[in-house]
């Protein structure tokens, strides 16, 4: 993991500072599993994939839950805004998500239904920014790492990390059906729990 700085200090709010990663969560809206059916998972990803290089955004984790989302990301220029690499991420979910709702006639649209100024709209996130913390030590960044791919575990979905095929844990353990390529660390980092995965 490149340009992590080693410097001890209690965060208060998450703030766009070079050689900081960011842990970011984010939720559908109302808590509901939006994000449990494989095309919208789908889309997730490319839309992942998509702002991480309008940005200029290095992916080193994520892991896609039933009705949210975890993220590691690291910008890699200095002047950055992560509200707009999650904005990107977000709306383009968001207006694939609902028009395939309202094709397919789905019950859920009404759930996403809200009225603001009079007008009828649809939410697919919940409204925010989510959950954005700094990182800036690579031990922290690690143990993040491990948090999100045990997210499903903890949660009785699987029984191992890998055994989730939406998270980057599979890339980790490089087993086959990633769905999504992670950006290499530079060696020597090594993570402390599985390796990291050597550079192609």
């Known amino acids: ?9 209690k ?14 969560t984010f939720s559908c809206n109302g808590r509901l599993p939006l994000l449990a059916n ?29 009705e949210h989302v975890h993220m590691l990301v690291y910008p890699r220029r200095p002047h950055y805004e992560v509200a707009a690499f999650l904005k990107s991420v977000k709306q383009s979910v968001a207006r694939k998500a609902i028009s395939w709702l309202r094709q397919s ?16 709209e649809h939410r697919f996130w919940l409204e925010g920014g989510g959950y954005d913390r700094n990182i800036f030590d690579e031990a922290t ?13 903890r949660r009785g979905l699987v029984d191992a ?4 095929l939406w998270s980057s844990a599979r890339w980790y353990e490089q087993l086959d059906g990633v769905k999504l ?6 060696p ?13």
């Open 105 to 120: 006639s789905s019950g859920l649209l009404g759930k996403l239904r809200i009225v603001r100024a009079g007008r009828v």
């Open 161 to 164: 990390p890998s055994d989730w």
């Open 188 to 200: 020597p980092v090594r993570n402390p729990i599985t390796g990291c995965r050597p550079s192609r």
């Open 1 to 9: 993991m490149s340009g992590i700085r080693t410097r001890h200090r």
């Open 141 to 153: 960044a690690w143990t993040c790492v491990e948090y999100i791919h045990r997210n499903p575990v």
């Open 11 to 24: 965060l208060r709010r998450p703030w766009n500072e070079a050689g900081h990663a960011h842990e970011l």
């Open 38 to 66: 494989d095309r919208v998972r789908q889309w997730l990803l490319d839309a992942m994939d998509t702002a991480r290089r309008r940005w200029d955004f290095e992916l080193w984790a994520y892991v896609i839950m039933p």
């Open 181 to 186: 390529e992670m950006d290499d660390c530079p």
